[in-house]
């Protein structure tokens, strides 16, 4: 008799969720997708429906549960930040793999993320929210240590974040980000307001499968502060696992992991090294949105959406081979966002600027953000950087030439439209 096929649940989708079904599929699983609005959100990269063998559109949440239970899914994982409530919901009331939902809110809330490491005895950062400007503007003040960090509780790619150097600027910034929607399109009812966190920042990604963790990669931002106070990505840079502080942030981010009761699946944690060692800034029970599993097979012989799968659908397997353990670096690697300036509408793609890129050895993939009809402005965070370049390469000097001739070559990739005079 056979096995019956497993059913894996993706909810929202979007963004480097779309490398789930592809993942799962691989690991001999039926995909499910759940759509959590009644319509596509329009500000992220839309799913591929196509990829799942059915979508759900959600209603009501209970009637959503009793819809999925059929499927016995081994798994109900999000797809994109904004899913990560609802997919501890829909696992804990299905009974399957799950983190469970007593510290949800903490896992997807920017304070009480914080806020849990603190109760929990884990380093981290003096902060403050409110609905109220003035009250954010006021702690600032009070505290008195300059610069402070200004942003939404919970949006995501440095979406609205600014850092402040004084008590206008806190205003400015607060009151932006309470009159805005974040990059969900949710209203932003409060601000927060933490203190700046002087070091080098890094990401650190790992999957979990019941507790058994695996360091999937590290990587060293570096970063441009525009005179605004919004601080631009710029190249992440893969390190060596054993390359200092690598270790530190390792065991560190295993300590927040601990404090968000975190056991199963994928979270991608951004971590400064201040003087008093590394503190986070925020951590995702999602996917790196930066992941592209072709690029991370070559560069660390394994990509964080195939390992999700199979930490799902063979976690004996998975606690076996990389329990406790942490990633090769394979060859050098840079994930390059690059800014802009461009400001108007896309009139064209100039593709042999694209061909000349993707010419270059290093280069894996470039990534186009913007088609013709697109309004593309100066660059304020990681939405808005014009392209992703995908650089990799066993021979660091090939590497970094590479990057510098990419950096001369975007801003030649989009044309725009002449200005209506």
Not at 228 to 247: F, H, K, T, W
Not at 299 to 328: E, I, K, M, N, S
């Amino acid at each position: 008799m056979s096995t019956p096929t497993p059913a894996a649940v993706v909810v929202d989708g979007y963004s480097a969720g779309n490398f789930y079904p592809a993942a799962f599929t691989a690991a001999g699983a039926r995909v499910i997708h759940v759509q959590s609005t009644p319509e596509l959100i329009p500000t992220m990269l839309a799913p591929d429906l196509t990829a799942y063998a059915e979508n759900i559109i959600a209603s009501d949440e209970a009637e959503l549960v009793e819809l999925l239970r059929p499927y016995d899914p081994v798994a109900v994982i999000p797809g994109q930040e904004s899913a990560v409530e609802l997919a501890d919901r829909l696992s804990e009331a299905l009974g399957v793999k799950s983190n469970g939902t007593a510290l949800s809110t903490a896992r997807r809330d920017k304070y009480e993320m914080i806020e849990a490491l603190r109760r929990a005895g884990v380093r981290c950062a003096d902060q403050f929210k409110s609905d109220d400007a003035a009250a954010v503007v006021k702690w600032a003040e009070d505290r008195a240590s300059w610069p402070v960090v200004v942003k939404p509780l919970s949006s995501a790619a440095s979406d609205g974040v600014f850092i402040c150097e004084a008590a206008d600027q806190v205003r400015d910034a607060a009151e932006h980000v309470l009159s805005a929607r974040d990059i969900f399109g949710r209203a932003n009812t409060e601000a927060l307001v933490q203190e700046y966190l002087e070091g080098t920042e890094y990401v650190v990604d790992t999957v979990s499968s019941d507790g058994h963790r695996f360091a999937s990669g590290v990587w060293k931002y570096e970063k441009t502060l525009l005179p605004s106070g919004q601080n631009i990505y710029n190249r992440d840079i893969l390190l060596a696992p054993d390359e200092e502080p690598v270790p530190a942030l390792i065991s560190y981010v295993h300590e927040v992991l601990d404090a968000l009761a975190v056991s199963w699946g994928p979270a991608h944690a951004e971590v400064i090294v201040t003087d008093r060692g590394p503190v986070l800034v925020e951590i995702a029970t999602r996917l790196n949105g930066q992941t592209n599993p072709g690029f991370q097979e070559l560069c660390l012989g394994h990509d964080q959406a195939g390992l999700t799968a199979r930490a799902y659908t063979d976690p004996d397997g998975f606690a076996r081979t990389h329990g406790g353990r942490v990633y090769r670096k394979l060859r050098s690697a840079y994930s390059y966002n690059t800014p802009t300036t461009l400001d108007g509408i896309v009139a064209a793609v100039d593709e042999e600027a694209v061909a000349a890129i993707n010419a270059l050895p290093s280069v894996f993939l470039t990534s186009v953000k913007y088609r013709p009809g697109a309004r593309i402005r100066p660059t304020t965070d990681l939405l808005t950087a014009a392209l992703r370049i995908y650089l990799t390469s066993d021979d660091d000097e090939t590497l970094v030439a590479d990057y510098e001739v990419a950096r001369r070559l975007k801003d030649g990739v989009y044309r725009l439209e002449e200005p209506v005079r």
